[in-house]
């Protein structure tokens, strides 16, 4: 166990053997969202890194997620038409929904496309109020969903929130609108907000590749300390039954190495 936020950490030594563990706890989440609600919902989210996941959960995993029961939404998305190599719907589409066999996962798509992107973030949020707690107003006060899988960028966000970004003081919205991301690919985000990351019931972060090593030191020396400005937003990530890093070892050394992990 790591860190204050109820954080576990497992280091594999490949990111295949990562998206694998990742996969295996995944039909224990879903199990278990089945038998207390008859649904499992999952909020994914896009990158390059959880492609190889995705792909393993549509071939050697088809049988083990209870597909046919689940609401499938998404962390974040960016402005592009859902064909587009950006899009993070083209991502999980190509790799996994293509693959199901009917019937798939309900699926709740940011329609990237639409404009403008605030109206869209207005409308996603309407349907993941309505879906998830019978459409409550403010903040979410109870769990949203089951599991969402979350990785870090190379600044530390996560989703489509930034370090020191405005939208990570929203307290009330479901939704946010990052217009001018500095990483790549720099088109404007719908992202959901850290209320809702937060009240998800468990995150898991898949977080691969050498690159993201002094990221992750950083994450995991808690820089809760200061203002919310100089926050990493992918260390501000806590959920009631806890957050799981699974990082291969590219990734994890200067992580596992940091004093207060
Ligand atoms: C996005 C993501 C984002 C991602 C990280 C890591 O739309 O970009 O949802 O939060 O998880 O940027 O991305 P990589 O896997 O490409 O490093």
Not at 123 to 134: C, H, I, S
Not at 161 to 169: H, T
Not at 218 to 237: C, N, Y
Request: proline content about 9%.
């Amino acid at each position: 166990m790591v860190g204050r936020l109820n954080w576990s950490l497992e280091v594999l030594p490949s990111a295949a053997e990562a998206s694998r563990v990742l996969a295996d706890r995944l039909v224990q989440l879903s199990a278990d969202a089945i038998a207390r609600s008859g649904r499992f919902t999952l909020a994914v989210s896009g990158g390059r890194t959880p492609a190889d996941l995705y792909t393993l959960l549509a071939r050697e995993y088809q049988q083990k997620i209870p597909w046919g029961a689940t609401e499938l939404f998404f962390a974040d998305e960016r402005a592009v038409p859902p064909q587009d190599d950006r899009s993070n719907f083209a991502l999980v589409q190509r790799t996994l929904l293509s693959k199901l066999p009917a019937p798939g996962p309900r699926v709740h798509r940011i329609e990237g496309e639409r404009s403008p992107a605030q109206a869209e973030a207005d409308r996603y949020e309407a349907d993941l109020r309505a879906t998830l707690r019978g459409a409550p107003a403010g903040p979410p006060t109870d769990v949203t969903f089951d599991v969402i899988l979350l990785g870090v960028g190379s600044d530390g966000h996560t989703a489509s929130l930034f370090p020191g970004a405005p939208s990570l003081e929203e307290a009330s919205r479901w939704t946010i609108v990052e217009p001018s991301p500095h990483l790549d690919p720099k088109v404007t985000r719908i992202s959901l907000t850290m209320p809702v990351i937060r009240s998800s019931r468990k995150a898991i972060f898949l977080v691969c590749g050498d690159d993201k090593g002094p990221i992750l030191k950083q994450v995991f020396e808690d820089p809760a300390r200061g203002t919310l400005a100089a926050r990493l937003p992918s260390a501000m990530v806590g959920t009631s039954e806890g957050v799981d890093w699974y990082l291969d070892s590219a990734a994890a050394p200067r992580a596992e190495a940091a004093p207060s992990a």
